[in-house]
């Protein structure tokens, strides 16, 4: 860590809860990219097909924990 983070990380713990969930939640936000437009498009473009699919009965659907317990299985 830099001095200048230390600095800052002493400074900040003097703040309130309060200041401290502010200055966190400003800080995060910085590191949010702004999403690529052609991604964005792409995702909305899926995002219809996908509800036209299931619109016309085509999509198969999953319960929640079971796409979660799939997901966990995959990942071990």
Excluded at 2 to 10: H, I, P, S
Excluded at 27 to 37: A, F, G, I, N
Excluded at 66 to 74: D, F, H, P, S
């Amino acid at each position: 860590m830099t001095d200048t983070v230390a600095e800052l990380v002493a400074r900040g713990k003097a703040l309130s809860p309060q200041e401290r969930t502010e200055l966190v939640e400003l800080l995060r936000e910085t590191l949010d990219e702004p999403m690529d437009v052609g991604v964005e498009e792409a995702w909305r473009l899926e995002l219809r097909s996908r509800v036209a699919a299931y619109e016309r009965g085509e999509a198969t659907l999953y319960d929640a924990d079971e796409g979660i317990a799939e997901a966990t299985r995959l990942t071990r």
